[in-house]
């Protein structure tokens, strides 16, 4: 008697306990594949209805088959994701400069996802003009801008950003100053290679003395200048010939050399560190990650020609050079392949472990990611 009793108390809570993981599996199963073209990474909260949420989005500026631009502000928006929390918003080459993202639909995607912790948005024509009006972000641990107009960096920006900030990315952007203000208040690390600031030696000096902290400043270290039309690192010349390996570019071969010694500057750097951190799942990788992966049509971890020319041609990784041979693609990856020590260097590809150690700055190659992140 007293065991039926037991079973009779005890018959609800079990009822409640199935109940509730047919629930879950219900929500967990959700067709969510409306989200598949834009959405990097879809999860399926509990208690959302449809359960279909996004963490990573990966969204274009043109559409490559068309040439057609990309309404990408209208797209991000109608997802409803509000646990969107890391953003890639397509390279946009030169020739489309008319697609690229500029403040007003960059400011209004930072105000309808707060959540975010990782932005990039490289190689576009974000300003950040009204720096007192940005969009607070309170969580923000990444943002890359390189290759933007900013001109200025100003206190104003620590106050609507987190404190929580690992890394911001303003290679080959536009800044000519930033302000006492900011440079007093910030505790990380700014990359600014090619920017007409790292060339003022004397403005630097004083920002050095402003940031002299564990963990804080400004990298300068390749910064490149043009003298005579030669590319000159730390006031030596990079030889550009070596680089020349494939006679049907078009005439801004130095801008590739610029960037080639970079790429291979992080891989160096890359190479002295020691330590599990050189392997970590980075937020940069989770934000890269899932828009490499999807330009990684058979997973194999390799770019071929096709899929290369989309990183490189597209994302504008090379400015000024159109990818219109596998000739061409393995004259830029063989050096770059070389540097970084593709493990299973495969010619006239390039390896994503490489490209990632290139976009994470030389911290990590992202072997700790979860299959999820590479799939």
């Given at each position: 008697?007293a ?12 009822l409640?306990a199935v109940?509730f ?8 199963s959700?067709d969510c594949?409306h ?8 999860v399926?909260?509990?208690w959302?209805?449809p359960s279909?949420?996004?963490?990573v ?5 043109y ?10 502000q ?9 646990r969107l929390e890391w953003?890639?918003l ?9 697609c ?9 995607l930072?105000?309808a996802?707060?959540?975010?912790r990782?932005i990039?948005?490289p190689h576009?024509k ?16 990444i ?8 001109t ?6 620590l106050?609507?950003w987190s404190?929580f900030?690992?890394s911001?990315?303003f ?9 006492d203000d ?9 990359w ?9 030696t004397?403005?630097?000096?004083e920002?050095?003395?402003?940031t002299d902290r564990?963990?804080t400043?400004?990298?300068?270290r ?6 005579e039309g030669?590319?000159v690192?730390?006031g ?7 680089y020349a390996c494939?006679?049907s570019?078009s005439?801004?071969l ?5 960037t ?8 160096v750097?890359f190479?002295?560190?020691?330590g599990?951190?050189?392997?970590a ?7 890269y ?6 330009m990684?049509?058979?997973k194999d971890r390799n770019l071929?020609f096709?899929?290369?020319k989309?990183?490189?041609s597209?994302a ?5 050079l159109?990818i219109?041979?596998?000739?061409q693609?393995?004259?830029l ?8 020590e593709s493990r ?6 390039l ?6 150690i290139?976009?994470?700055?030389g911290r990590t190659?992202?072997?700790d990611c979860?299959?999820a992140?590479?799939?």
């Amino acid at each position: 008697a007293a065991r039926v009793w037991l079973l009779a108390r005890g018959a609800p809570f079990v009822l409640i306990a199935v109940g509730f993981v047919a629930f879950t599996l219900r929500q967990y199963s959700t067709d969510c594949s409306h989200m598949a073209a834009t959405c990097g990474r879809v999860v399926h909260p509990l208690w959302k209805f449809p359960s279909c949420d996004c963490h990573v989005v990966v969204q274009p500026t043109y559409n490559a088959s068309t040439g057609a631009c990309v309404d990408f502000q209208a797209e991000v928006l109608a997802l409803n994701a509000p646990r969107l929390e890391w953003l890639l918003l397509g390279m946009t080459p030169p020739s489309r400069s008319d697609c690229a993202v500029t403040d007003g639909p960059f400011y209004e995607l930072l105000r309808a996802y707060p959540l975010l912790r990782g932005i990039a948005a490289p190689h576009n024509k974000i300003e950040l003009a009204d720096q007192a009006g940005l969009p607070p972000t309170p969580h923000l641990v990444i943002m890359d801008l390189t290759n933007n107009p900013v001109t200025l960096l100003s206190g104003h920006l620590l106050e609507r950003w987190s404190r929580f900030i690992v890394s911001l990315n303003f290679e080959y952007s536009s800044i000519a100053e930033v302000t006492d203000d900011f440079a007093a208040g910030m505790n990380f690390e700014i990359w600014m290679h090619g920017t007409p600031l790292c060339r003022n030696t004397e403005r630097m000096a004083e920002l050095a003395r402003l940031t002299d902290r564990p963990g804080t400043g400004f990298e300068c270290r390749a910064v490149f200048t043009f003298d005579e039309g030669k590319p000159v690192n730390e006031g030596k010349a990079v030889n550009v010939s070596q680089y020349a390996c494939e006679e049907s570019w078009s005439a801004s071969l130095e801008s590739a050399a610029q960037t080639l010694e970079t790429a291979r500057g992080r891989c160096v750097q890359f190479f002295t560190k020691t330590g599990p951190d050189r392997h970590a799942c980075s937020d940069e990788c989770k934000v890269y990650l899932p828009f490499i992966s999807t330009m990684d049509t058979d997973k194999d971890r390799n770019l071929n020609f096709e899929e290369g020319k989309q990183i490189i041609s597209g994302a504008n990784l090379f400015p000024g050079l159109e990818i219109t041979s596998e000739a061409q693609l393995t004259c830029l990856v063989t050096p770059l392949s070389e540097a970084c020590e593709s493990r299973n260097p495969v010619r006239g590809m390039l390896d994503v472990r490489s490209l990632m150690i290139v976009l994470t700055t030389g911290r990590t190659d992202c072997r700790d990611c979860p299959p999820a992140y590479w799939a």
